[in-house]
């Protein structure tokens, strides 16, 4: 299973925005819609209401779907979890996800999130991740999380999953703050390609390589408009170079070739 939701986990909704690449790039079919009335403040999170190709009104509903995938070139079936961060009764909520993966025999759980950080936009994205699964954090390079503080729907889920025997891993890209307008598709290909290493097989990129050219195009032309912006991105760049270490850099090479192999069918080993 692949999680994101909308709100506080995911800035410019680079999160959200791959798992619906990936629901459209699968044809992934719609395999359960649960009731928002159990978690939602439809204040916060309003209907929308629109007119149908007949004539008719109708009001959609704010509310987490869950679709099934049957990926071509992967091993196994995937689902896909989307929709608004709940308001409301978070264990309850989460139990019932666990509970309907576990139905549909899920092994693993990788939910995604973006956050709104120093990173400049003239560097890859960097994607951070960790997991408690020995297994997950050999296969993906992962490690425990130290993180203290206030949570997402995202961990707690996550941690549900990890009591039911679920494994589960959480990725994160960190979006560039001066760009949070969404969308931002230069970070949400870069969780399609931590996820890919995760899954060990090629994901589809489909447009998005074209959608981040024309971001980096966008933000290179918005930056270079305002001195102060693009001195700030240089005093960024300076810090993004100098803190990060060569065998990291020789780590995230690795990988992307790694990546590079898998779109050709090579196995990498």
């Known amino acids: 299973m692949v999680a994101a939701f909308e709100g506080w986990?995911?800035?410019?909704?680079?999160?959200?925005?791959?798992?619906?690449?990936?629901?459209?790039e699968w044809d992934a079919e719609l395999l359960i819609e649960l009731d928002p009335?159990?978690?939602y403040d439809f204040q916060v999170h309003r209907p929308h209401v629109h007119t149908t190709d007949d004539g008719d009104r109708l009001i959609t509903w704010?509310?987490?779907?869950?679709?099934?995938?049957?990926?071509?070139?992967?091993?196994?079936d995937v689902l896909l979890l989307r929709g608004p961060e709940p308001n409301f009764r978070w264990k309850a909520?989460?139990?019932?996800?666990?509970?309907?993966?576990?139905?549909?025999?899920?092994?693993e759980l990788v939910t995604l999130g973006a956050l709104l950080a120093d990173?400049?936009?003239?560097?890859?994205?960097?994607?951070?991740?960790?997991?408690?699964?020995?297994?997950?954090?050999?296969?993906?390079?992962?490690?425990?999380?130290t993180y203290n503080g206030p949570v997402g729907i995202t961990s707690v889920l996550g941690e549900v999953a990890a009591r039911e025997g679920i494994a589960s891993a959480s990725l994160w890209a960190a979006v560039p703050h001066y760009l949070a307008e969404p969308?931002?598709?230069?970070?949400?290909l870069a969780l399609l390609g931590a996820l890919e290493d995760a899954v060990g097989m090629p994901l589809p990129q489909g447009v998005l390589t074209e959608m981040t050219e024309a971001w980096q195009r966008g933000a290179e032309e918005l930056t270079s408009q305002d001195v102060e912006i693009a001195e700030y991105v240089k005093a960024l760049e300076n810090e993004r170079d100098t803190s990060e270490l060569p065998e990291a850099s020789g780590d995230a090479i690795a990988r992307e070739f790694e990546r590079y192999l898998r779109r050709?069918?090579?196995?990498p080993e």
Do not use: W
């Open 183 to 188: 969308p931002c598709p230069k970070a949400t």
């Open 119 to 145: 990173s400049p936009h003239t560097r890859p994205v960097p994607v951070s991740g960790s997991t408690s699964d020995p297994a997950l954090m050999e296969r993906m390079s992962l490690s425990a999380s």
């Open 93 to 107: 909520f989460c139990s019932t996800v666990i509970g309907v993966a576990q139905l549909a025999g899920v092994t």
């Open 62 to 76: 704010p509310a987490p779907q869950i679709f099934h995938a049957r990926p071509a070139r992967l091993d196994r």
């Open 37 to 39: 009335e159990d978690y």
């Open 9 to 24: 986990n995911d800035a410019a909704d680079a999160a959200s925005g791959a798992v619906d690449h990936l629901i459209d």
């Open 264 to 267: 050709r069918n090579v196995d």
